[in-house]
């Protein structure tokens, strides 16, 4: 699935138990975990229903307990897992993957790494979650991206621009900011 038809989803108020993200490029997992982070909960509701755990310091029992608790005064709650390559036994998750709450959604992002997937948790991690995998764009690919984030932020952008715009920043899509870009 890609980023864009999961941020549409999650804009339909259509949401998966867990979201298991993983790839090569970190501007699309940042900008999923972003929307998560401001967007799925409102502020009200974040106080409560938004934890977030940070792979290093992140202890398995701590994040299967945020997971297992339910909302309060929402529907939903968000829990999410930043940098999870850096979490020590992460593999410990997989109770909490055969069995999720409806009411919790878990973002588990993996950057600039991959699960090995002939190991077994890695196949239950594919067969149970919304498993997303982000590669890095190829430099053909570039202009029209440029074009597009140009577009979403209500702009237009000339060719030559947009050609020096690519060899400036290469294939490094983080270095755009596009806080502004409208999801």
């Excluded at 529907?75 to 999870?84: L, S």
């Excluded at 909490?96 to 190991?119: C, E, G, H, M, W």
């Amino acid at each position: 699935m890609s980023v864009d038809k999961v941020i549409s989803d999650w804009k339909k108020n259509a949401y998966k138990p867990i979201y298991w993200i993983e790839g090569d490029e970190e501007f699309y997992v940042d900008q999923l975990v972003d929307y998560a982070e401001h967007h799925i909960l409102n502020e009200s509701e974040a106080s409560f229903n938004l934890t977030i755990f940070y792979g290093k310091d992140a202890a398995w029992p701590d994040v299967l307990n945020a997971c297992r608790k339910y909302p309060m005064f929402s529907d939903r709650q968000v829990v999410i897992i930043k940098e999870a390559q850096q979490m020590k036994d992460v593999d410990k998750l997989e109770p909490y993957i055969q069995t999720p709450l409806t009411s919790t959604i878990l973002l588990v992002a993996f950057k600039d790494k991959k699960l090995d997937s002939r190991t077994k948790f890695a196949k239950l991690v594919k067969d149970k979650t919304e498993y997303i995998v982000t590669k890095k764009l190829y430099d053909n690919a570039l202009p029209e991206w440029v074009n597009t984030v140009v577009k979403n932020m209500g702009y237009t952008i000339s060719p030559k621009a947009n050609s020096l715009i690519v060899d400036h920043i290469g294939n490094d899509l983080s270095r755009i900011k596009t806080r502004s870009t409208k999801y």
